[in-house]
Nanobody, 113 residues
Framework: QVQLVESGGGLVQPGGSLRLSCQAS????????MGWYRQAPGTKRTWVAT???????SYPNDMKGRATITQDAAKNTVYLQMSNLKPDDTAVYYC???????WGQGTQVTVSS
């Protein structure tokens, strides 16, 4: 089993930036990828970014240039940096491992003035 704990959400002003963290514990050796999805109220969960165990990032087209995913293998932690935030970025951001095999509890990000 893998446990994921997110942190770093909160209220951000439009145009601002955020950095989310997700720390994994448990069966770390079974993890081959970690990343982020997000879900706004009334919508389905959508992919934000993924990073492989080898440190190779991938993003959907609408996140390229706005989101950056990095990892600190020594801390079993991945980070999501997003800039130029817009109200449409308001959502619960979920960390995942192994493409949805494991999920964190989510952290709320609200972009509002």
């Amino acid at each position: 089993q893998v446990q994921l704990v997110e942190s770093g959400g909160g209220l951000v002003q439009p145009g601002g930036s955020l950095r989310l963290s997700c720390q994994a514990s448990g069966s770390i050796g079974s993890i081959y990828a970690m990343g982020w999805y997000r879900q706004a109220p009334g919508t389905k969960r959508t992919w934000v970014a993924t990073i492989s165990r080898e440190g190779i990032p991938s993003y959907p087209n609408d996140m390229k240039g706005r989101a950056t995913i990095t990892q600190d293998a020594a801390k079993n932690t991945v980070y999501l940096q997003m800039s130029n935030l817009k109200p449409d970025d308001t959502a619960v951001y979920y960390c995942h491992a192994n493409l949805g095999q494991y999920w964190g509890q989510g952290t709320q990000v609200t972009v509002s003035s």
